[in-house]
């Protein structure tokens, strides 16, 4: 098997393929869109190619949504074959539903959610952290820190699923998602055997009270399956101080005697408190104590009990977090200096594992993005079996609650808790330290070097003409504005300002109506993007008409999911299946029709750049006191070839700006030079909408 460099999300592909797997089903979202997209050019390519007989490629597609795609996925599972469900963490809410009746349903053939989690938030609505929504549900997660992790966690959770009858969670974040490694590529995609429908006595898909309550009452002995399982406590290791290196060398803290711990035990939140210790001068001359440790003749009471003296600290971490944690410690020259636990399998946590370490080592740093989500469990572990320990973090501080980890921010937090530790070093590990610190204090500021650019739509785009007739159509008025997930929310900038609120997906057309009621005076405007009406607008659309209420519900149809890397949807028609073909366009399903088969009587489609008919179809829909809807239907840039830029009739600008003033166009600069303004050709798709603003007909079209 050959090494091949691929990126997270692809490696995840390669491993899930290696698993035979015989289903993916998904919905875009960054970070995890790309699995999907690479294992299907990957089956297409095979089958082009005749490597790979119709009957052996794999099911892969773009689901209308999460809930969906987990639902097929789960089908597939229950008819005995190897399933895989893609998603972003915040997908994950939407097949929460499913979910939770999967927890409860257990599963035939093996069911994976791969899901992404984005700390930072880098491009989601919020930092959940999809580790507790594993517990939440009781479905195991096991953890990836790299993109090898990834390849290699895909087989694995397959086997674990099917061994034990549980979905299982492959976890995975954004830098691993779009970072690169080398992993091994897969030579040959080999279908796992198809073992059919699994039916009662031995599966019982029927999710009544009655059939809830037994799989609670079993799910303990589920668990606990789990738990022993060797290949799943595999990867909750301890990596150990390095050999011939004392603990005492380097990790020491300062406790005096049993008292003093025994006190700093009272501390808040029944933690440890550092400074209740005895004195650096008694820790430093106990340090010196035979094999590092403390010697309980130096202590202050001399009542100690040698291993409380003799304690050390250690570092937890789980995710990505590992990955910066490696990095970090060797960067500041301490790789080898402390006792490391990986969680890589974090639900069910492995209280056995961490209660052991949890024994040696009563000052543990854990290292994760998001929530505290192992803090707590280290807390609980401890809490039960009555062990001492500080869990230092984002429970007290010495972490970020919020935010993406780096490797510099994991080196300054391993620097700040050991210095409020009072953590002796040897010589030379100071000198490291300081050596780093400087670079590390430094770091990584370049934010002089960054020119300060606002979101904004791109070049050509039609939402940017969508958004701008309806507030020509609207002028003199002071409508609300509700939009949804999806580039069309960075209509929230000036010059065009009409996104007042942004929730969640297909929230867009639900919350005019709540608005309406509000207000009923004010128009009422909801904006969705084409792929999320099909995901989640469409129970919007039946409530509206349900309730009767006069709002107008608006579909930016560009024809793709543009957002998340142009992925097709039921609205273009276009499959991922290694059969398919461009009449899939065919079976496109209409925004238009779908409104009139939903009973809305007032529906149009017009092209947002024909200004004239869109502005017309705006005020003709928004005076009506029923619910209409209007979809503007344009392709986004990305899915065409540009047409030319608009020439400058330099003789008639005046430089007035009200082009830019107008739609904010990135294409349309000010020359103020020359006093007129500048087309950048580079940039420019030639949709013309400038042509349609000028008062002056400063910029002319060149093309039909
Ligand atoms: S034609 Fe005008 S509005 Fe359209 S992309 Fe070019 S500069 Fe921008
Ligand atoms: S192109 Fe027209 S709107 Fe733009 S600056 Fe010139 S005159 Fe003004």
New binding site residues.
Partial sequence: MTNKLLMGNAAAAHGALAAGVNLISGYPGTPSSELLQVASAYIREAYDSGQLAAEDCPHIEWSANEKVALEVAFGASMGGARALATMKQVGLNVAADCFLSVATLGVKGGLVLYVADDPGPISSQNEQDTRQFAQFAKVPLLDSSTPEDLYHLMPLAFELSERHGTAVIVRTSTRICHGSAEVPALERYVPHPISGFGRLPEYDWVVFPSRAYKSHMEMPAKIAGFLADPEYRALNYVVAVEQGVEQGDGVTVPFSSESDFAASSLGENGTVTPSLCSTESDFAASSLGENGTVTPSLCTTGTVTPSLCSTSVGFVASGISWAYLVDALEELGLTGQFDLLRIGGMWPFMDDIAAEFIETHPHIMVFEDLEPTIAQELQRVAGSRQLMVKVYGKLTGHSAVAGENTVVSTEREILAFLDDLGVAYPAEVLERVAASAPAIAGAPDNSDLLIGRSPVLCAGCPHRASYYAVKKAMRGKKPVYASDIGCYTLGNVPPLNTVDTCVCMGAGLSIPQGLYRADPETPQFGFVGDSTFFASSLNAVVNAVYNQTPVTLVVLDNDVTAMTGSQPHPGCGYRMSYDASPDDALNAVSCAEVFTALGVKHVREVDPFDLPAAIAAVEELAGLDEVNALVFKSPCINIFEPKSAPS?AYD?????????KSIGCPA?T?DEKAG??SVNKVLCYGCDL?VQ????N??VSTHD
């Fill in positions: 400058v008639s600008c005046t430089g007035c700006g009200v082009c830019i349309l000010l007129c303004i400038c603003i000028c008062p002056l400063s910029l």
